[in-house]
């Protein structure tokens, strides 16, 4: 029996692409950015801001709702290799402060696994 793996490699791309629901690049304007977004059942919500050498950026965050949760960055070719600084599964708040020597874009990202739209609530300071 011949397995076909060519199928599965052709939809997962999709599968990956379609779960987005939105996505923020962070204008910091002063020290500061505040916002609140309504993800939809089954999307992800990421938020990305460029964190400058020695700079450490306090967030925050509430939902109304279970999220999965990260922070994470992008290296290697193509920005394959994913670097997480937290991770956590079911929660509806955290907080906590990124600090690391070198300069990169962070992503602060959501994920919605219910059947209900979730609103997220999110601070970040530097």
């Not at 910091?28 to 450490?56: F, M, R």
């Amino acid at each position: 029996m011949k397995l076909h793996v060519r199928p599965l490699i052709l939809v997962a791309p999709l599968f990956i692409a379609s779960a987005y629901s939105q996505s923020e690049v962070v204008s910091w304007t002063g020290s500061a950015y505040s916002n609140s977004h309504t993800v939809k059942p089954k999307k992800i919500l990421e938020v990305c801001a460029d964190v400058a050498t020695k700079q450490s950026v306090a967030w925050k965050f509430t939902a109304d709702g279970d999220v999965d949760f990260n922070v994470h960055r992008h290296a290697g070719p193509g920005g394959k290799q994913v670097i997480y600084d937290i991770e956590a599964t079911r929660v509806r708040e955290r907080a906590g402060t990124l600090a690391h020597g070198t300069a990169y874009e962070w992503c602060w990202m959501w994920t919605n696994l219910s059947a209900a739209d979730v609103k997220v609530s999110v601070e970040l300071k530097r």
